[in-house]
Nanobody, 121 residues
Framework: QVQLVESGGGLVQIGGSLRLSCAAS????????MAWYRQAPGKQRELVAC???????SYGADVKGRFTISREYAKNTVFLVMNSLKPEDTAVYYC???????????????WGQGTQVTVSS
């Protein structure tokens, strides 16, 4: 099994910055795409940013230009740098990865436990 553990959330003022990290551990044969999602109270979970195994990135419209996703392949770790934070960025942020635990395993989708980001007004 692959486990994803996020860190770096917290309370920040409007206009501030935070850096989230997510490390994959456990039995890992291969990690493909990695991504960050978020879910605000009363809203559906939405894609924030994604980075493929080849390094291509994509962003949700609400965060483009403010957030940057990156990846450290050797450590199966993904980062999300969030700048110019707004109150509407307040949410639980979840790490997501597609991968295989073993060579014979099928590709599965894995989720972290989530980390709270609160932007105070």
């Amino acid at each position: 099994q692959v486990q994803l553990v996020e860190s770096g959330g917290g309370l920040v003022q409007i206009g501030g910055s935070l850096r989230l990290s997510c490390a994959a551990s456990g039995n890992i044969f291969r990690i493909n795409d990695m991504a960050w999602y978020r879910q605000a109270p009363g809203k559906q979970r939405e894609l924030v940013a994604c980075i493929t195994s080849g390094g291509s990135t994509s962003y949700g419209a609400d965060v483009k230009g403010r957030f940057t996703i990156s990846r450290e392949y050797a450590k199966n770790t993904v980062f999300l740098v969030m700048n110019s934070l707004k109150p509407e960025d307040t949410a639980v942020y979840y790490c997501n990865a597609d991968g295989k635990a073993t060579f014979v395993d099928r590709t599965r989708t894995y989720w972290g436990q989530g980390t709270q980001v609160t932007v105070s007004s």
